[in-house]
Nanobody
Framework: QVQLVESGGGSVQAGSSLRLSCAAS????????MGWFRQAPGKEREFVAA????????SHSNSVKGRFTISRDNRKNTVYLEMNSLKPEDTAIYYC????????????????WGQGTQVTVSS
């Protein structure tokens, strides 16, 4: 079965950096569009970033553009989210997700989800 396992979350001060990883198994990773989403307490889940199968097309939400960068390593079946200049409003559970099509990952609900990793940013 498909498994997506996130890691790398933690508690940091504002202005710090973190790198999240998501290791995928049970699927042909190089054929999937991968995305990162987040959900803060009391808020709806929101799209953060997506990357296409080959890693050369990326999209980042306006709230993280210029601070976060999505990348992937198809040899390691892993997608990353490099987060710099973290702000308290970045505090959320971060989820990675996978689907076969770009439009589903960026505008709808991807088929596969990880269990999430907590990121807490204090001021």
């Amino acid at each position: 079965q498909v498994q997506l396992v996130e890691s790398g979350g933690g508690s940091v001060q504002a202005g710090s950096s973190l790198r999240l990883s998501c290791a995928a198994s049970g699927l042909i990773f190089s054929t999937y569009v991968m995305g990162w989403f987040r959900q803060a307490p009391g808020k709806e889940r929101e799209f953060v970033a997506a990357i296409n199968e080959g890693g050369y097309i990326k999209s980042h939400s306006n709230s993280v553009k210029g601070r976060f960068t999505i990348s992937r390593d198809n040899r390691k079946n892993t997608v990353y989210l490099e987060m710099n200049s973290l702000k308290p409003e970045d505090t959320a559970i971060y989820y990675c997700a996978a689907d076969l099509t770009w439009v589903v990952v960026t505008t709808k609900t991807p088929k596969y989800w990880g269990q999430g990793t907590q990121v807490t940013v204090s001021s």
